[in-house]
């Protein structure tokens, strides 16, 4: 379908829906919206833009054995203030919403961690077997995209497409799955005229020179999501200050045209829809009114998740979600992130520094590190600037993991440090296991594994369902995964273990343990020694040194050594455990790994 004014007038005015709400699943699960069968419309001051693309991707099915018997999946409802025990509305299907991205700048930290959280959220209800219908939208039509667009001198509607398609990059790096859906707002606008119709028939909204706006006094539930009285709320946080409004608090669904924005047709006049009316619509034409989850940052909770529930009512009496999620800020040295405050990081700044080479020559080693998270990067810097790989992504996913969901997680240099060492020390486990089987494959595997592997295994998988079934406890399993690793180690390493009987088939079982949980955490890596090669690229990177650098300074120590010049050697090794390489002595020489910088573990015991 072409743009809204090729509709026939009598459309707009009809109080029949230009699109039931399908009930879940009955779409096909692709990663764009299909707009042969729903109609594109597009801004009328823009050409026509193409609809987003899909890669073909689709979700398959885990390979991991679903475990037997599993309990109850409680989580935290942020509408009834308290943990519930999760049930579906269709016997082994979830519909999942989750608030997308205003996409008209790169994203930061804190959407990393929501996407991050419902991402683990989505594999692990595939895990325990539903199938999951997860729509994540992105908001291409909004004031601050039209904001941007004008700053840079740039088609808004081409602006937004562009930042969509960098945030869908930087889900990819964080190893998230493509969800079921992603539809965008400037592809649904014919669904979205129609819930405000909706939501004017029914006496909610009303009109003010092409204006649309909410009567929040005719919806007496209004405030039951985030706690708060009529009274208490005051216009701002995208809900503009009006005097034309019945109330400070009502809001736009329908926003006229000012010169040089774009538009769509509408009952009401050329307009684009208020920021909450999107999801309202987008969730119910992909879910239906009736679905299980709506998931986002806790900031959303108002006014956006507020609002949305309004609406939502307001178009049908029967609209019912029955689980409200959302996760805790990121903060920085304890104060909430954000772009107002100007200390907010992107996804790439974190993982990618802009080195002007000229510069840093002059400065020492661990410059560098005092310099980093770099505040205004850019990475589409100009020629002179070379981009350098920091931080892997499983490294930040580990992060953004290892604290619960639903509480704040504090951005650091050593908290970064800590979960890149972690993760180096997790793979390079897992790597010298499979190795050690690869080696031993000839041998024959019986099913045979002793009382106290079977007991480790038990424990970790367990801990496992256990912790994750309650609220997503995700910093318990990868506290979790420290005995099954340690036994992996004593078992390649030490004495007793070397002697163990059924040493192979221990060995087997425990990495397949541990590989299960890390796949349903996103945190399964293509090959542990190509995940080990570029963490120890980027701790080369991070310490301002080249291999080669390493080992030269490898071989100075060992022949300071021999000259019995121990003063000379240990200034060797603690010059680059400042720079976060740590050296191991063992009968068949030295090698180095990746290790916290020793300023940053020495400031981070001081502050404790």
């Known amino acids: 379908m072409g743009s809204l004014s090729l509709l026939k007038p009598f459309f707009f005015f009809s ?8 009930p879940i699943f009955t779409r096909t699960k692709t990663r764009s919206f299909n707009t042969t ?94 199938e999951v219908c997860y729509v994540r939208n992105f908001t291409d039509v909004d004031d601050k995209i039209i904001a941007r667009a004008k700053e840079v001198g740039e088609d808004p509607i081409g602006l937004s497409r562009r930042y969509c398609e960098e945030f869908c990059q930087d889900m990819v790096t964080l190893n998230c799955l493509p969800p079921s859906v992603e539809p965008k707002v400037s592809d649904h606008m014919p669904q979205i005229i129609d819930m405000i119709d909706k939501i004017l028939s029914n006496g909610y909204a009303y009109v003010v020179d092409g204006d649309v706006y909410f009567n929040v006094e005719n919806f007496p539930e209004y405030g039951k999501l985030s706690g708060r009285d009529l009274e208490d709320n005051r216009a701002g946080e995208r809900v503009a200050v009006d005097s034309r409004k019945k109330h400070p608090a009502d809001f736009a669904l329908w926003k006229s045209a000012k010169p040089g924005e774009p538009f769509w047709e509408s009952p009401w006049g ?58 805790g800020f990121v903060t920085i040295d304890n104060e909430k992130m954000s772009k107002s405050l100007g200390n ?67 951005y650091s240099d050593i908290q970064l440090e800590s979960a890149s060492d972690r993760v180096f020390y997790i793979y390079e486990t897992l790597h010298e296991c499979e190795s050690f089987l690869i080696e031993h494959d000839q041998a024959v595997r019986k099913d045979s594994i002793p009382p106290d592997t079977l007991n480790i295994i038990d424990n970790f998988q367990n801990i496992f369902l256990t912790s994750m079934s309650d609220d997503l406890h995700t910093p318990v399993v990868l506290a979790g995964l420290s005995e099954p690793l340690k036994s992996i ?101 030295t090698t180095w790994r990746p290790a916290i910088p020793l300023p940053l573990q020495e400031h981070y015991t001081d502050s404790l």
């Open 344 to 410: 907010f990081f992107t996804i790439r700044q974190v993982m990618y520094y802009d080195l002007y080479l000229s510069c840093f020559n002059l400065l020492p080693m661990m410059s560098i590190y005092f310099l980093l998270p770099f505040k205004g990067l850019n990475p589409y810097a100009i020629n002179h600037y070379q981009v350098v790989d920091l931080y892997h992504p499983l490294a930040l996913r580990y992060f953004l993991m290892g604290a619960h969901y639903r509480s704040p997680i504090n």
């Open 15 to 22: 109080h029949r829906p230009f699109l039931k709400p399908s």
């Open 270 to 327: 050329p307009g684009r829809p208020g920021w909450h009316i999107e999801c309202s619509a987008m969730s119910a034409a992909y879910l239906g009114y009736s679905f299980d989850i709506h998931g986002g940052g806790i900031d959303l909770v108002f006014p956006h998740h507020e609002n949305e529930i309004a609406q939502s009512c307001a178009a049908c009496k029967k609209s019912d979600i029955s689980l409200w999620m959302h996760n």
């Open 489 to 589: 180690n004593d078992l390649l390493h030490t004495r007793t273990g070397k002697k163990q009987k059924f040493r192979v088939e221990s060995l087997a079982a425990l990495e397949k343990s541990i590989r299960n949980v890390l796949t349903i955490l996103g945190l399964m890596p293509a090959s542990y020694s190509e995940v080990l090669q570029q963490l120890k690229e980027k701790a080369l990177k991070r310490a301002n040194l080249t291999e080669d650098e390493v080992l030269r300074k490898i071989e100075e120590r060992a022949y300071a050594r021999i000259q019995k010049e121990y003063a000379k050697s240990d200034a060797i090794r603690k010059d680059l455990a400042v720079v976060g390489i740590t050296l191991m002595d063992s009968p068949n020489g």
């Open 37 to 130: 069968s729903l109609g594109t419309s597009q801004p009328l001051t823009t050409s026509q833009t193409n609809n987003s693309k899909s890669n073909g991707e689709t979700h398959s099915e885990s390979l991991i054995p679903r475990l037997k018997n599993v309990p109850s999946v409680w989580f935290y409802n942020t509408m009834s203030k308290k943990k519930e025990s999760f049930k579906p509305k269709l016997d082994s299907k979830v519909g999942m919403y989750v608030c997308g991205v205003t996409a008209y700048d790169l994203s930061h930290i804190g959407h990393a961690r929501v996407y991050v959280n419902f991402d683990l959220l989505f594999r692990y209800f595939k895990h325990l077997g539903y």
